[in-house]
């Protein structure tokens, strides 16, 4: 009788203290917010184990793990919206989380994935630097059209939707595991995971930074053939590039813009005088998904090299050469999103040395 007394008195206390502390987490602690976000994490099998990481407005990065049937359960400190990234071996999925309020369920499937790939061109650069400014731009209105446009993509490719099924993130999903099959949600995880889809691969090499129209009299203008022969019009420049690549993209369900290299180097005087940043930035407004080191990148490593060879037998000056290498390396590193161990196929010599090399000059002095 005692124990089942001292029990019942440590279940009360138990449940005061978890009540204590959600009102702590909701409140903030002083008013700074509080949001419990809970939802399943699958692409079609369940994600048993993933890490998932969850950022809001005005809070600190929380992390969780799911269980073994892909739901995870986390509190953050800020409020909504949130964004939320599961990630699973090498597989790696985002999600969003909008409104207003202490909860909200949030999915992690390959199609908030795509929802989240409707409202940013870049979901990996959205989570690493979210802020207030990014924040603000996720809203219940944007979500539901990235909702209404990732459902009429699977429509117009052959694939089926539920009727029910209009919201990805909130409704229920029950991911299959084992022999026990999961819900209509996952099951069109699984189709999309079957389905073939046509895609355009819309390809651009050798822009070298053209980031203005060139001159007539520099390749500016050409004559077209064929039906309209004899007509001159322009071409070339960021402007011109972009239109092109719009056009081909509005023709194609499904297109991936990439570049076959040479996309920067050799440029004219308003790239060249930023380090082709200025071309980068450009690239990143047409849209471009994927694209080879190319040669700027490449030179600014195999200078930086260079200068670390060296340095290694106390050559005047090479310490500061590696510094300015390094540093324009790394602004171009930094925008394409490359880390240093998959340069390894470009940098001459051992690369683990290397990238130990480039830990050093990093290091703050």
């Known amino acids: 009788m005692v124990l089942n007394c001292f029990r019942a008195r440590f279940s009360l206390f138990a449940s005061f203290a978890l009540t204590s502390l959600l009102t702590v987490a909701c409140s903030g602690g002083g008013g700074s917010g509080g949001v419990i976000l809970s939802g399943v994490a699958a692409t079609g099998a369940a994600l048993p184990g993933a890490t998932v990481t ?3 407005s005005q809070g600190s990065t929380e992390t969780s793990l799911t269980d073994a049937n892909g739901n995870y359960s986390l509190i953050s400190s800020g409020v909504l919206p949130c964004l939320i990234r599961a990630q699973s071996g090498s597989t790696v999925l985002h999600s969003v ?4 309020g202490t909860t909200a369920s949030a999915n992690i499937s390959p199609l908030t994935e795509a929802v989240v790939n409707q409202l940013t061109d870049d979901p990996v650069a959205l989570f690493a630097n979210f802020d207030k400014s990014s924040a603000a731009k996720l809203t219940d209105s944007s979500v539901a059209n990235a909702q209404k446009t990732v459902i009429a993509n699977l429509v117009s490719n052959g694939l089926t939707v539920p009727a029910t099924l209009t919201d990805f993130i909130k409704a229920p999903l029950v991911a299959a595991k084992g022999s026990t099959s999961g819900n209509d949600y996952d099951k069109l995880l ?10 355009k691969i819309i390809a651009m090499n050798d822009f070298h930074g053209n980031i203005q129209s060139p001159a007539s009299s520099n390749g500016g203008t050409v004559t077209l053939p064929n039906g309209a022969a004899g007509v001159t019009v322009n071409v070339g420049g960021a402007a011109y590039v972009a239109t092109a690549i719009k056009t081909l993209k509005s023709a194609a369900s499904n ?28 690239l990143n407004q047409f849209g471009l998904d994927v694209t080879s080191v190319g040669r700027r990148l490449g030179l600014a490593y195999m200078g930086l090299v260079g200068c670390l060879s060296a340095a290694r037998i106390a050559t005047l000056h090479s310490d500061v ?13 930094l925008k394409l999103n490359i880390k240093d161990t998959e340069l390894c196929p470009i940098v ?3 690369c683990p040395t290397r990238i130990a090399q480039l830990r050093v000059l990093r290091a703050p002095r």
């Open 255 to 282: 297109s991936v813009v990439v570049g076959a290299g040479d996309l920067t180097g050799a440029s004219p005087f308003a790239s060249s005088i930023t380090h082709d940043e200025a071309a980068v930035d450009v």
């Open 97 to 100: 989380a909008t409104g207003s």
């Open 321 to 333: 050469c590696s510094q300015d290498y390094l540093r324009l390396a790394d602004r171009i590193r």
């Open 190 to 199: 699984d189709n999309m995971a079957t389905q073939t889809y046509p895609v």
């Open 54 to 56: 969850s950022k809001c």
């Open 348 to 350: 001459a010599g051992d």
